[in-house]
């Protein structure tokens, strides 16, 4: 029976990598479009979540999206979790056009890449230069109207999933010095449908995600980043432990090390 589960994970693995294929060939030059005209840079939001939602539909994974609040059309510096490679994918049904800030790795896809390191900021993170150099292009971002999607872990650090591990300062710096609101992103379960592991086979379930209530930095000071990081930490974790009873233990656990 296990064989058996584990062939059926493989084939619907080959099937999700074919169908994300496709469509990024279908929809790819619609990407060249805000490429070679900035100004119509909103287009890669609104082509992500097209792509999301056919994606997920072709999956047949139903996806719940839960807004503590509605968000207005303005700039924001969402801020999720980051427990699997699914979690830029989901990222794509995110309401408000914006920017991910990420990992170099996906320079190196053919094409791909190409549009990733055309319409988004990415980072050598052992690079100190490359650093410094994201943080600059992601606050001249903000001033070219842009909302960001980083995830504050700083890569896919955990080795014990829903556990978070702290979270770095940058997204706080940017929304502090901007003066942008703050959203936490909960990405529910998505660690359970492509779980980090060294054999990646896809597993089916919904996919469920919760965009939090703002939290506003006009009145805030560079002295007041590590509370907004540790409000932005704690509404994450709280969704989280609504749904798993164990972070908490875990989490204990890691802690008393």
């Not at 084939?11 to 030059?29: E, G, S």
């Not at 490679?85 to 190196?108: H, Q, R, S, T, W």
């Amino acid at each position: 029976m296990k064989i058996l589960f584990l062939a059926i994970r493989f084939l619907y693995t080959i099937y999700a990598c074919v169908i994300f294929v496709l469509l990024f060939f279908l929809l790819f030059p619609l990407f060249l479009i805000p490429i070679a005209y900035p100004k119509w840079h909103f287009l890669t939001g609104v082509i992500n979540r097209i792509w999301a939602k056919v994606y997920f539909s072709m999956l047949f994974m139903p996806f719940f999206v839960h807004h503590k609040t509605e968000l207005r059309k303005r700039q924001y510096v969402f801020v999720a979790n980051h427990f699997s490679y699914f979690d830029i994918a989901v990222m794509g049904l995110n309401p408000i056009n914006a920017v991910f800030v990420g990992k170099n790795d996906m320079e190196k896809l053919p094409l791909f890449g190409y549009m990733y390191k055309k319409l988004h900021i990415t980072v050598d993170r052992a690079s100190i230069s490359s650093r410094v150099n994201t943080l600059i292009k992601s606050m001249q971002a903000i001033d070219e109207g842009k909302s960001l999607v980083i995830f504050p872990e700083g890569g896919i650090l955990t080795k014990q999933a829903p556990h978070m591990v702290p979270f770095k300062d940058g997204a706080f710096k940017i929304a502090i010095e901007k003066k942008v609101p703050v959203v936490p992103v909960t990405l529910v379960n998505i660690w359970q449908i492509l779980p980090d592991e060294k054999w990646i086979l896809f597993n089916w379930y919904p996919i469920r995600i919760v965009f939090h209530e703002p939290i506003e930095t006009d009145n805030l000071t560079m002295q007041d980043l590590p509370t907004l990081k540790e409000q932005a930490f704690q509404k994450i974790r709280s969704s989280l432990e609504e749904r798993y009873s164990h972070v908490k233990v875990v989490e204990a656990y890691y802690e008393n090390r």
